[in-house]
């Protein structure tokens, strides 16, 4: 929600609202004064410069709505489900050798044991009742 004081719109009021409609999309903005007039003066010249709909003008409370660019989110390589790299460090056999390391692409499903070796996700439980149930 953003607040404008009687003092009216300034260059810093107008760009707290377009945040804000960066970030939310639908926003309240409350006009403290009595002047109906100036009110929706205010209303239009926000909706005009800003390229925002107007939604609802109920007494000091204006609403207004501009769809939210869509930004593309970037995944770190960490995170998620897709497959990652991982390297294993195996000590030798013997125990005087170095020890092996390979690099293994391993799936969202799978992990890496401490011995070394990769297992995969079990299969999630199924409850009979529910799926008696039809659920």
């Known amino acids: 929600m953003v607040l404008i004081s009687e003092d009216g719109l300034k260059p810093t009021l107008m760009k ?8 939310h999309g639908l926003i309240k903005v409350r006009v403290f004064g009595d002047d109906r007039e100036a ?3 205010i209303y ?15 007494g000091k409370l ?14 770190s390589e960490t995170r998620g489900r ?12 013997s ?6 390391v390979t690099k293994v692409m391993v799936k969202g499903n799978e992990r890496v044991t401490q011995g070394g070796n990769i297992k ?9 009742k529910k799926s008696a149930l039809g659920r």
């Open 16 to 23: 707290e609202i377009d945040l804000s409609l960066n970030a």
């Open 39 to 41: 009110r929706i003066a």
């Open 44 to 58: 239009e010249t926000i909706c005009e410069k800003l390229g925002a709909a107007p939604v609802q003008h109920i």
């Open 62 to 75: 204006l609403v207004l709505y501009r769809p939210q660019k869509d930004a593309a989110k970037e995944r």
């Open 82 to 93: 897709g497959m990652r790299e991982v390297t294993i460090v195996k000590p030798s056999p």
């Open 95 to 100: 125990g005087t050798k170095r020890p092996s």
């Open 120 to 128: 995969r996700a079990k299969p999630r439980q199924k409850s009979s």
